[in-house]
């Protein structure tokens, strides 16, 4: 029961916003009484937490996936982009910058463990585009991985859109390929910008 919670939680605050989620709400959903919730969750910021925890998991999960396909590295960002443009499409605002707003001690718990995370996929990716011939060999691994994230998370919390925060964040894609790429990286690029518009 605990995990359909969760589950549900997850779909509604993605959907609705945290905000405005009540626990009533979730009940109703669930044709569940209240104190069934609490029995597993003593209050909102709880389930709040428990709820993002499973959905990073899950992006995680399928950003493995598109690693093991083994594309080159380019294309391997642009696949994990179009994943993120479909999960998100139908919100219209941002979740992150609603939470940071309202529960920012969650917020800074999940964007620190986001951050390390995110920091193993793009690291790996520089060094299999650096193997590829697709980024240039003399690139300081450590601080593309850092210009790349803080330019993510930066932008992505100033921004209330999610199409917005979908547009800008192609954006810092292209700006952060063609900062490290080899003429051959380029070509691929335009490639991977090509058939991502199309």
């Known amino acids: 029961m605990k995990d359909k919670i969760v589950s549900k939680a997850s779909d ?3 959907k609705l916003g945290f905000k405005s989620v009540t626990m009533d709400d979730i009940a109703g959903e669930m044709c569940i009484s209240k104190k069934t919730i609490y029995k597993y969750f003593c209050n909102k910021e709880i389930l709040i937490e428990e709820s993002s925890t499973m959905v990073h998991a899950e992006i995680h999960k399928i950003i493995e996936n598109i690693v093991a396909k083994n594309h080159n590295a380019i294309e391997e960002n642009f696949e994990i982009r179009k994943m993120f ?3 998100f499409q139908s919100f219209d605002s941002s979740q992150i910058y609603q939470m940071k707003k309202h529960y920012p001690e969650i917020h800074q718990k999940i964007i620190a463990r986001e951050i390390n995370e995110c920091n193993i996929v793009f690291k790996q990716n520089i060094i299999k585009g650096i193997e590829q011939g697709l980024y240039r ?5 450590e601080n593309y ?3 790349y994230y803080t330019l993510i998370f930066g932008i992505k919390e100033e921004i209330s859109s999610e199409k917005e925060g979908q547009k800008i964040e192609l954006e810092i894609l292209e700006y952060h390929t063609r900062a490290m790429a080899t003429a051959e990286g380029i070509i691929e690029l335009e490639k991977q910008l090509q058939n991502y518009n199309h």
């Open 12 to 14: 509604l605050f993605l």
């Open 145 to 147: 991985m850092k210009f």
């Open 137 to 141: 060999k003399e690139i300081s691994i």
């Open 85 to 87: 443009k479909e999960m």
